[in-house]
């Protein structure tokens, strides 16, 4: 079984910058897609950013320009690096690995909490 463990988040001051890494263990199938999505106390989880393993992305409206999303294959890890912070950006950020196709999986990491202060 795939176990997915984030790293990198903290307690950061409204316009600094944080970097999330996600990395896999065990083997992933095929080709996938990997993301990064964020939960606010009281709100509804939502998609921030996603990679495709042939390096396509795309980004949610509220934080496009100040997020990049990135993976690097051979270390099977998936990045978010985040710039211009803003206090709605605190969260707990999830990372998460899916197939649709055969053999299909979804794997959820168990989250890191970014705070961002104003």
């Known amino acids: 079984q795939v176990q997915l463990v984030e790293s990198g988040g903290g307690l950061v001051q409204a316009g600094g910058s944080l970097r999330l890494s996600c990395a896999a263990s065990?083997?992933?199938?095929?080709?996938?897609?990997m993301g990064w999505y964020r939960q606010a106390p009281g709100k509804q989880r939502e998609m921030v950013a996603t990679v495709t393993t042939g390096g396509g992305t795309a980004y949610a409206d509220s934080v496009k320009g100040r997020v990049t999303i990135s993976r690097d294959n051979t270390k099977n890890t998936v990045y978010l690096q985040m710039n211009s912070l803003k206090p709605d950006d605190t969260a707990v950020y999830y990372c998460?690995?899916?197939?649709?196709?055969?053999?299909?999986?979804?794997?959820w990491g168990r989250g890191t909490q970014v705070t961002v202060s104003s």
């Open positions: 065990g083997s992933i199938f095929g080709s996938n897609t």
């Open positions: 998460n690995a899916r197939r649709v196709t055969l053999p299909s999986y979804e794997y």
